[in-house]
């Protein structure tokens, strides 16, 4: 949500919408119409949806259109592509690839900034400057693979482990599917 109040202020509502919009398509997800191409050609559906979320992101209007253009993607885009993604049917290979994926993203979401930011003042303090320029973007993929790497050790003996010490118990809940 944000490290700083400048970035608090931001990230609040940020995250309570989109939260909150995730439960509502969850909930009512079973009364919305089902689109045939989801069961019928899920691979296909996944890399239109790809490419869709890449073009949307890709995307840089300037002035008010900037503006715009961001509150659409984040009010009709995202949730309508999140929808049509929800009704994707998969094979086990790919849902236990999914699983773990779904697993790790939490833990990256976590632990990423504070682990970026240490590793970047390390990097400055032995290299007396910011030499990341110059590792793009081998840098990138290298702590992006560290991140999903750690994400399960992290999850399940720390995470998992504390939550059983303090006496949290999952619910149930219906497998994705």
Do not use: N
């Amino acid at each position: 949500m944000g490290w700083t109040r400048r970035t608090f202020v931001a990230g609040f509502p940020r995250v309570g919408y989109s939260f909150g919009v995730g439960l509502l398509l969850y909930r009512f997800s079973s009364r919305l119409p089902a689109l045939s191409i989801c069961r019928t050609q899920p691979v296909l559906t996944a890399i239109l949806l790809l490419l869709l979320v890449a073009g949307t992101l890709a995307a840089q209007p300037s002035g008010w259109l900037s503006l715009v253009w961001d509150c659409t993607a984040a009010f009709v885009v995202f949730p309508i592509l999140i929808y049509i993604g929800m009704q994707i049917r998969c094979s086990d290979v790919a849902r236990q690839l999914l699983a773990y994926l779904g697993m790790a993203s939490y833990t990256i979401y976590i632990i990423h900034k504070p682990l970026y930011d240490l590793i970047t003042t390390i990097i400055v303090f032995v290299h007396r400057t910011d030499i990341y320029p110059a590792l793009t973007p081998w840098a990138g993929i290298g702590f992006a693979s560290f991140l999903l790497a750690i994400s399960f050790p992290l999850d399940r003996y720390y995470d998992q482990a504390i939550r059983r010490r303090l006496g949290w118990k999952p619910r149930h809940r219906p497998e994705a599917t």
